[in-house]
């Protein structure tokens, strides 16, 4: 029988995330302050947070519309995260957004506080903002990180 995994303190997570913010936007890349995309400021985090990466992540296609059988990201965050209702979730989660009806999860955020978030986006780099309606309704996953 496995042990559950300890939680991470969100406000620790939180405040781990935010030491990313301005960092430039970069397709493929994690580093803090050089360049991430979504992904990558997960990834960043986590391993400030948590500690190193447990497998390597293969590259991956920018279509926000695509579609198949297999929710790529959510099952990759279920091998390492703990998983928790979207609308469960609070500061220091990880949530996926779904960007398109019928598409695959494929952009990645951090709730900062019950109604903002941050993310990296094309163009403007590590942003926090509202969780507007809009946001809100496009959250199909959302993940809880664990204790190092």
């Known amino acids: ?77 279920r091998r390492m995260m703990i998983e928790v209702e979207p609308a469960a979730a609070g500061p220091g989660a990880l949530v996926l957004f779904r960007m398109r009806p019928r598409a695959i999860a494929k952009h990645v955020g951090i709730l900062t506080g019950p109604a903002t978030f941050l993310h990296a986006y094309e163009r403007l780099g590590v942003i926090e903002e509202a969780l507007t309606q809009s946001w809100r309704r496009r959250i199909a996953f959302a993940f809880l990180f664990p204790q190092r």
């Open 1 to 77: 029988m496995t042990q559950p995994l300890a939680l991470a303190d969100p406000a620790h997570v939180v405040a781990i995330a935010r030491a990313w913010l301005g960092t430039p936007y970069h397709d493929q890349a994690s580093l803090r302050g050089v360049g991430c995309d979504c992904l990558g400021l997960a990834r960043g985090v986590w391993r400030e947070v948590v500690g190193p990466e447990p497998f390597p992540i293969p590259h991956y296609s920018r279509d926000w519309g695509e579609t198949g059988p297999r929710e790529v990201l959510a099952d990759g965050a």
